[in-house]
């Protein structure tokens, strides 16, 4: 659960977003319990930048940043 948070946190500075935006959106689109939680053994070993990186690129690929 704390890499859970640190995702979100991470996200939220650099999207510009609140925290529960973050949280909503990847709730909505399947990426928190689909994607983050099943593949923490693979995510928490990447850097902080390629993570985030790849979990924006997700979210734009859900629908749930704009292009």
Known sequence: ???VTYCIGKLAQVLHL???E???RLKRSGIL???IV????VLHTFSSRY???DL???MREKGELAS
């Open 1 to 3: 659960m704390e890499f």
């Open 33 to 35: 319990y689909d994607y």
């Open 18 to 20: 609140s925290q529960q």
């Open 51 to 53: 993570l985030v990186e």
């Open 38 to 41: 099943p593949s923490y053994d």
């Open 22 to 24: 973050v949280y909503r």
């Open 56 to 58: 924006t690129e997700y």
